[in-house]
T-cell receptor, first 115, second 113 residues
Framework: DVKVTQSSRYLVKRTGEKVFLECVQD?????MFWYRQDPGLGLRLIYF???????EKGDIPEGYSVSREKKERFSLILESASTNQTSMYLC??????????????FGSGTRLTVV | GDSVTQMEGPVTLSEEAFLTINCTYT??????LFWYVQYPGEGLQLLLK?????DKGSNKGFEATYRKETTSFHLEKGSVQVSDSAVYFC????????????FGDGTTLTVKP
């Protein structure tokens, strides 16, 4: 069964900490995405990557960075966590080219609380 | 830019009732359209999709038709079950090789026995 795996389901971090959220996919997908999900705001795109070492800003990149050193792994980094980054974080992946529009495969999500 | 507007919730129905969740979109180019479902405590799962005008996507008794003339992709099911209780998201893909998607705000469906 194909899979997108997020390393943690729940995280609690302190304000100012550097936080790493990890996402691994086993489908050899080229494109990977990080979204955050907040009540009443739906899903908002933070960053995406269409190749190793390549990244593009999404709609709300401020306060975040990403790393893609290997094709299967896409990491989201909160450089200095703040309480307004408390949210559900969702990773997704998709193939490139003609199959890029066949729909995402999502991970189970990481619920991050910053205190 | 691209946008998706879907029916506000929450929606509460009795078992075996008919379901419609409205979705309209604004996009340049030729997007693909999707419905995703999110069960409590889980990530989103692809429910159905349509990649061109007049296509009908279907899965698990749910259906949606890509209507270019009304820029709509309404989700329907003839007889809902308690197990259909979830949050439903309408989305569109930008049609590029990256497949970047824009999502609606989600509609929470509760089905009572």
């Amino acid at each position: 069964d194909v899979k997108v795996t997020q390393s943690s389901r729940y995280l609690v971090k302190r304000t100012g900490e550097k936080v790493f959220l990890e996402c691994v996919q086993d489908m050899d997908h080229e494109n990977m995405f990080w979204y955050r999900q907040d009540p009443g705001l739906g899903l908002r795109l933070i960053y995406f990557s269409y190749d190793v070492k390549m990244k593009e800003k999404g709609d709300i990149p401020e306060g975040y960075s990403v790393s893609r050193e290997k094709k299967e792994r896409f990491s989201l980094i909160l450089e200095s966590a703040s309480t307004n980054q408390t949210s559900m974080y969702l990773c997704a992946s998709i193939s490139a080219g003609a199959r890029a529009n066949y729909g995402y495969t999502f991970g189970s999500g990481t619920r991050l609380t910053v205190v | 830019g691209d946008s998706v507007t879907q029916m506000e919730g929450p929606v509460t129905l009795s078992e075996e009732a008919f379901l419609t969740i409205n979705c309209t979109y604004t996009a340049t180019g030729y997007p693909s359209l999707f419905w995703y479902v999110q069960y409590p405590g889980e990530g989103l799962q692809l429910l159905l999709k349509a990649t061109k005008a007049d296509d009908k996507g279907s899965n698990k008794g749910f259906e949606a038709t890509y209507r270019k003339e009304t820029t709509s992709f309404h989700l329907e099911k003839g007889s809902v079950q308690v197990s259909d209780s979830a949050v439903y998201f309408c989305a569109l893909s930008d049609g590029t090789n990256a497949g970047k998607s824009t999502f609606g705000d989600g509609t929470t469906l509760t089905v009572k026995p």
